[in-house]
């Protein structure tokens, strides 16, 4: 039997990750984002939410959330195995403000209102785009509107600095 849930999210919807940590499998980020153009300049507001599932499926509830004053564009868990190594469960964050956040769970709680690291990425033109953990976790790569690519590496489990950037397209 197929079983569906819908919510309405304060601002569009753009990026949405299962966690993949023991115990938390069944709880989704969800990041949001909105250009408010009636404001010169223009801003851009955005959301990061965490989402329970029912373990039937049948609903969602809400583990946390924050708003910013900056668009979620994209979100990705650190892999489970190098949550592990690390000793740390994170949340990356692509943002409109041309870099890249890390948020902290601990305990299985969010901790949404504060990242433990940011990324700055320079000449990212309007906002970084989209972001991706390697696959030991031990780096991020972010890609920008302006066609800059910008890997970080993890530090101290919760540190994030700039290796390298490219212009890759």
Not at 3 to 16: E, Y
Not at 93 to 119: F, H, I, K, V
Request: charge should be negative.
């Amino acid at each position: 039997m197929e079983s569906r849930s819908s919510l309405a999210t304060p601002r569009n919807a753009d990026a949405v990750a299962f966690c993949p940590y023991d115990g938390l499998e069944l709880t989704l980020a969800c990041g949001c984002y909105e250009l408010d153009d009636k404001v010169q300049p223009v801003r851009r507001h955005g959301h990061l939410a965490l989402y329970s599932i029912d373990a039937d499926g049948s609903g969602l509830s809400q583990a946390g959330d924050a708003s910013f004053d900056v668009g979620i564009l994209d979100c990705a868990w650190l892999p489970a195995a190098a949550a592990a190594s690390h000793g740390t469960r994170l949340l990356a964050a692509a943002t409109s403000e041309c870099d890249a956040r890390l948020y902290p769970l601990q305990n299985g709680e969010p901790l949404l209102s504060e990242p433990c690291a940011t990324m700055a990425c320079e000449d990212a033109g309007d906002a970084c785009m989209a972001l991706d953990w390697s696959a030991d976790g031990g780096s991020l790569a972010v890609s920008s509107t302006s066609g800059k690519i910008y890997v970080g590496h993890l530090e101290g489990g919760t540190g994030l600095s700039l290796t390298a950037t490219w212009q890759a397209h």
